[in-house]
């Protein structure tokens, strides 16, 4: 049937609706198909059962035919009849009975889908929103809404063109609001919802025409005008009281609210816009002692504050502030005492035993202070420190508050914000008297409180509100660190500025993570530590002296890791911990950043701070080391041993090398480094101790390794990078620094390979590393025997003084003959003929060498030396050591190996 649904909707489509609509056709067609498919498949099924089931003594009722059945869900469960095992016959007889009399399998046996969890948590606004508009009448709410502005837009125009009298059309406006009022009113029980939006309709024009006829013609005095819309504003409120209509005071007030915005010229006096706004607000207020309406304070505080904010930032000057300033002080405690009253409403409805979703009204509670916060900074700007004065009055208000509310049944969460309040504005004043531009710390604050009380209460918008504030708190910080030259000291304004955001994110991802491990804390943990660290290092870079910026450092990045490691107990954020973990990390980028700036490891204090710093980055690892992230932890070891290896071999170097001013010095330091490295993973004493014995894997083998190869790499290149000046001493084969620095590092290796764990797990590539041992071992050799004729010979040490030389070129003829003598004597003693090959093939080069280079020199006795040396020689590989056998070669390389 699918099929054949794809075939029809294609056709049809192409014929209706043309070109790609066959696509559209066709999509549906088969899903319909699909339906008709499945509704058989269920009808099949369900006569199925019903054709097994046992036939019933009693009369049963027959189920409804599958067509009139409005939902197969219910009947289409396969478990309702299991099979039973074989009954005796005295008991099957009695067995329908008692299956009809059981109770049929409830529906809500299905399982839930998967967001119901998320659904309970609570529709966010926007979803509130939008379920009023389409509840009830959607067309009369919208329509009611355009009918305001359009009324709004009516006046202007009639004001600039119509000529009738202007008392007449105000009069006809009005007549038409108490006609929509009036028949609202008589509609109330029979069409509530379309009553109550015809209402609030009428009473926002109403509120419109009083403020047109006093703001644009001039037709009412001011204290007439002031009193309708009291008048008008008590009426709205006692019509939303009396009727139980939230949105019929919702949409008279904001029509009440915008009346002045859309009657607009552009030329009013903000006093009177500000008191006619405190009649509205007033009308709030009382409305807000009888019930808990939470949408018509948000509107009331939206319109009051965000208009106040748009006039304050177009309009506002310094003249205005004492006309200005008690309007801002009085809205901002009248919200303040709407939220109080609003958690009065909700602790009285939860002694009725009714359900309370939101105690606390997070929006005005955290809202207001931080706009309310804002917009009095901008009006004492122009004074000093009023910023300061300001956030204490702050503080002292919301004190007050919580001294009179924490121990009042029901009221703790809301006494608890306001502590939080008190303290995060008692907090502020002291770097706001110190400098004036600091609301990013307010902000950062409020949003941690926001995100307190957002997880508290399950509110969407005040989380996301309170990660919005941090975030761009922070950016406002890092942007004031760019000016951080203006100030006199490294203790300044801007670093305790970075410090309390920082802290405060902080604050906020312990929050979150109490809440719920899901939540984004370890952004939060980053954007503090972010935070920290750049107030930190710029307050460094512009006031510590280059000589101590190293050592600066190092402290900086200590404490934060303390600090954060400190405070992840009393907060219980395990993830604070993390920076402990990133402390050796950073220790290795400021190893490296030492090294770009050329400054020894133990000056201008280095000597103290660095092994300091290391001490504690271990035992931040090692303090409560399981609550750490396994793979966190195992990184932070390898670093430490890898940085460690590092900064011994940089100090060691650089103490060697002022020993004499000869190049073989630093080698001996360095290579005696690696040897100190690589001989403490192979000591019994340290396996047995911590780290290595809970970390056994990591410092036997992943740790070792690279230092391993970066061993074996210096070895080979150590011998040719130096010429070995032991100066002042004088420099003897065997027994200068570099030789003694090479064989200590060689032994140092090839105890580490024979030790157990790296001798298993290398046990494949055993005969590679004894190839690599033996070409470090002929390198070196090379190696020794070029800087015996610099320091003997007087030669440079260089490939262009030295190659072209003929007592060279025959002494090399002569060494690698001795060393391929020396190959090809043992392989023939153990019977390993690779190895007797390879000697073999070390002679041919030997060979292939005298006539290319030494033949070169004709009538010179190192052309002599080297043909009858390396002739006798081979003469003596002839009798001492020759071929072995290949069978019993192999078998002797297989015993070896």
């Not at 509704?39 to 027959?62: G, T």
């Not at 402990?580 to 490296?592: C, F, K, Q, T």
């Amino acid at each position: 049937m699918a099929w054949l649904g794809l075939f029809v909707g294609l056709v049809i489509g192409a014929v209706i609706w043309h070109d790609s609509g066959w696509l559209l056709g066709g999509l549906l067609g088969w899903l319909l198909g699909r339906e008709r498919d499945h509704s058989a498949q269920i009808r099949a099924l369900q006569a199925r059962l019903q054709a097994e089931a046992p036939p019933s003594p009693s009369a049963v009722p027959a189920p409804p035919p599958p067509e009139t059945v409005a939902s197969p869900v219910p009947e289409t469960r396969i478990d309702a009849a299991p099979a039973l095992p074989p009954q005796p016959a005295a008991t099957a007889a009695v067995q329908p009975a008692v299956q009809v009399a059981a109770p049929a399998p409830a529906p809500a046996a299905f399982p839930e889908p998967a967001y119901a969890a998320a659904v309970e948590t609570g529709p966010t606004v926007v979803d509130r929103v939008l379920a009023w508009m389409m509840a009830g009448n959607p067309a009369v709410k919208i329509g009611v809404l355009l009918l305001i502005i359009g009324v709004a837009f009516l006046l202007k125009y009639a004001a600039q063109y119509v000529r009738f009298p202007v008392e007449s059309r105000y009069l006809a406006v009005m007549a038409g609001s108490a006609a929509a009022i009036t028949f609202g009113w008589r509609q109330r029980e029979r069409k509530p919802v379309f009553a109550h939006a015809l209402q609030g309709g009428g009473l926002g024009i109403a509120f419109l025409t009083v403020f047109a006829a006093l703001h644009l013609h001039q037709l009412l005095p001011a204290g007439a005008a002031f009193a309708l819309l009291a008048g008008l504003a008590t009426f709205s409120a006692a019509l939303a009281v009396t009727q139980s209509a939230q949105s019929l005071a919702i949409i008279g007030l904001a029509g009440g609210f915008l009346a002045p915005i859309l009657a607009s010229t552009g030329q009013g006096s903000h006093i009177m816009l500000f008191s006619y706004y405190a009649v509205l607000n007033l009308g709030i207020a009382w409305v807000a002692r009888l019930r808990a309406w939470r949408g018509l304070n948000l509107l009331g505080f939206l319109f009051t504050f965000v208009i106040g904010a748009g006039w304050g930032t177009l309009r506002y000057t310094h003249e205005h502030f004492a006309t200005t300033e008690p309007f801002l002080v009085g809205f901002w405690l009248l919200y303040v005492a709407l939220a109080v009253a609003f958690t009065r409403h909700r602790q009285a409805e939860a002694k009725l035993g009714q359900l309370v979703r939101d105690p606390v009204d997070a929006t005005l509670v955290f809202g207001v202070p931080l706009v309310g916060f804002g917009l009095q900074v901008m009006l004492v700007s122009d004074f000093a420190h009023g910023n300061a004065w300001s956030a204490a009055a702050m503080a002292l208000v919301y004190g007050a508050l919580w001294l009179s509310l924490r121990r009042r049944p029901g009221m703790g969460l809301l006494a608890e914000s306001f502590c939080i309040l008190a303290t995060g504005f008692a907090t502020l004043t002291i770097p706001l008297a110190l400098d004036g531009r600091w609301t990013a710390a307010s902000w950062a604050l409020e949003g941690a409180g926001l995100l307190w009380l957002g997880h508290r209460q399950q509110r969407l918008l005040s989380q996301l509100t309170g990660y919005l504030l941090i975030f761009a708190a922070g950016l406002i910080v890092l942007a004031q660190l760019s000016q951080i030259e203006r100030e006199i000291h490294w203790w300044n304004g801007r670093l305790l500025a970075a410090s309390l955001v920082g802290i405060a994110a902080w604050l906020a991802g312990a929050v979150c993570y109490r809440a719920s491990p899901r939540t984004p804390h370890l952004v939060l943990l980053l954007w503090g530590l972010l935070l920290l660290l750049a107030g930190g290092g710029v307050s460094l870079a512009q006031f510590m002296p280059d000589q101590h910026l190293i050592v600066a450092w190092l402290a900086l990045l200590s404490g934060l890791a303390l600090l954060a490691t400190l405070l992840s107990g009393p907060l219980a954020w395990p993830a604070l911990r993390w920076p402990g973990l990133g402390l050796l990390p950073a220790l290795a980028v400021v190893l490296l950043l030492a090294a770009d700036r050329q400054a020894t490891p133990l000056q201008q204090g280095g000597w103290l701070a660095w092994p300091l710093a290391y001490g504690l980055a271990m035992g931040l690892l090692y303090y409560r080391e399981s609550t750490l992230p396994r793979l966190g932890r195992q990184l932070a070891h390898l670093m430490g041993g890898w940085l460690l290896t590092a900064w011994l071999v940089w100090v060691l170097a650089d103490g060697s090398s002022r020993i004499g001013s000869g190049s073989g010095w630093i080698w001996l330091g360095g290579l005696a480094a690696l040897c100190l490295a690589l001989l403490c993973q192979t000591l019994a004493p340290l396996q047995a101790r911590w780290p290595s014995r809970r970390y056994r894997r990591d410092y036997l083998w992943h740790l070792p390794l690279p230092i391993a190869a970066l061993t074996a790499g210096a070895l080979l290149i150590a011998p040719w990078a130096s010429s070995g000046s032991a100066s002042p001493l004088a420099w003897w084969p065997l027994l200068n620094p570099l030789d003694l620095g090479w064989w200590m590092a060689a032994l140092a290796l090839l105890r580490w390979l024979r030790s157990p764990y790296p001798a298993a797990k290398l046990a494949e590539l055993r005969p590679a590393i004894q190839a690599g041992l033996a070409l470090l071992l002929f390198a070196w050799l090379n190696s020794l025997l070029a800087r015996g004729f610099h320091h003997l010979g007087g030669l440079n040490f260089s490939q262009a003084s030295l190659w072209p030389d003929q007592g060279y070129q025959a002494a090399l003829s002569l060494l690698w003959t001795s060393v391929a003598l020396a190959a090809m004597w043992s392989a023939t003693r153990v019977r390993w003929r690779a190895l007797w090959v390879t000697g073999a093939c070390l002679v041919g080069v030997t060979v292939l060498k005298l006539f290319v280079v030494d033949l070169a020199g004709a009538g010179s006795l190192a052309r002599v030396v080297s043909f009858l040396g390396v002739g006798l020689l081979l003469v003596a590989v002839g009798w001492f050591a020759p071929v072995p056998p290949a069978q019993a070669g192999a078998e002797a390389h297989r015993e070896t190996s």
